[in-house]
C-alpha cells in the first residue's frame, strides 16, 4: 500500500520556538492531507485539512495562527507549531488522500507513523 | 455532523477469550466509509478494515471479524481467542462521502488489555 513518512518522529524545544513537522507521501501524490493532534490516552482530534496549493481549512477551535499548515506540492505537508508552550506537547499524526487517474479523489486515507513533540 | 461512540473505554480479557468492541455512528450521510484501526504502544495507526455504508456484509479475517449493522448504526469488531499481542488501543472512524469532505473523524478509542 501506499506510504506516508512523517519527519521527525520525535522533537523536545524549549518553549517559545517554533517547530516544523513534514508529512511525505513517498509513491503517490497527495492532494489532500489531513493533520490529527493526540493528547495521551485520547482520540485522534483532527485538526486541519490541507489541499495542494489551496489554504488549509482549520477545524473550530484551532488556531490557525498558531498551527501552520502548507500544502506546497502533492507529495509534501508541513505543520509548523509557533511559539510551542508545553501545552502543544502532543502527538501529531498527519494522512493522505490520493488523487485517481480518472479524476476525484480516492477513499483511502493513509496514516504516518506519528510526530511525538514535547515542549519544555 | 458526523460522530462515532466508543462506549467501551477499556477493556481486560484473557488470552483466549472472545471479545467485543462497540462502535455507534452518527450521520445525516448516506454515503460514508466505516474503520478500524489498532495502535499499539508505539504510536503508529494499523489499519485494520474499510467498509462503505452500500456494503452490509459481514466480514472475518482470521481471528477478526467486523458486524456492520445500519439499522442500528453500528460497526462492531470482535477479536476470537485473543492473544496478548492483540493489546492495544482500537478506534472506530467514520468519513462521511458528500457532507463531510472525506475527512476521518474517530472514536474515543477503546483500550484492550490481554493477559496471559
Known amino acids: 500500500g501506499a506510504v506516508v513518512s512523517q519527519h521527525p518522529s520525535r522533537v523536545i524545544c524549549k518553549s517559545g520556538t517554533s517547530v516544523k513537522i513534514e508529512c511525505r507521501s513517498l509513491d503517490f501524490q497527495a492532494t489532500t492531507m489531513f493533520w490529527y493532534r493526540q493528547f495521551p490516552k485520547q482520540s485522534l482530534m483532527l485538526m486541519a485539512t490541507?489541499?495542494?496549493?489551496?489554504?488549509?481549512?482549520?477545524e473550530q477551535g484551532v488556531e490557525k495562527d498558531k498551527f501552520l499548515i502548507n500544502h506546497a506540492s502533492l507529495t509534501l505537508s508541513t505543520l509548523t507549531v509557533t511559539s510551542a508552550h508545553p501545552e502543544d506537547s502532543s502527538f501529531y499524526i498527519c494522512s493522505a488522500r490520493g488523487g485517481l487517474a480518472g479524476g476525484g479523489l480516492t477513499y483511502e486515507q493513509y496514516f504516518g507513523p506519528g510526530t511525538r513533540l514535547t515542549v519544555t | 455532523a458526523q460522530k462515532v461512540t466508543q462506549a467501551q473505554t477499556e477493556i481486560s480479557v484473557v488470552e483466549k477469550e472472545d471479545v467485543t468492541l462497540d462502535c455507534v455512528y452518527e450521520t445525516r450521510d448516506t454515503t460514508y466509509y466505516l474503520f478500524w484501526y489498532k495502535q499499539p504502544p508505539s504510536g503508529e495507526l494499523v489499519f485494520l478494515i474499510r467498509r462503505n455504508s452500500f456494503d452490509e456484509q459481514n466480514e472475518i479475517s482470521g481471528r477478526y471479524s467486523w458486524n456492520f449493522q445500519k439499522s442500528t448504526s453500528s460497526f462492531n469488531f470482535t477479536i476470537t481467542a485473543s492473544q496478548v499481542v492483540d493489546s492495544a488501543v482500537y478506534f472506530c472512524a467514520l468519513s462521511e462521502v458528500n457532507t463531510g469532505g472525506f475527512k476521518t473523524i474517530f472514536g474515543a478509542g477503546t483500550r484492550l488489555f490481554v493477559k496471559a
Open positions: 490541507s489541499n495542494e496549493g489551496s489554504k488549509a481549512t482549520y
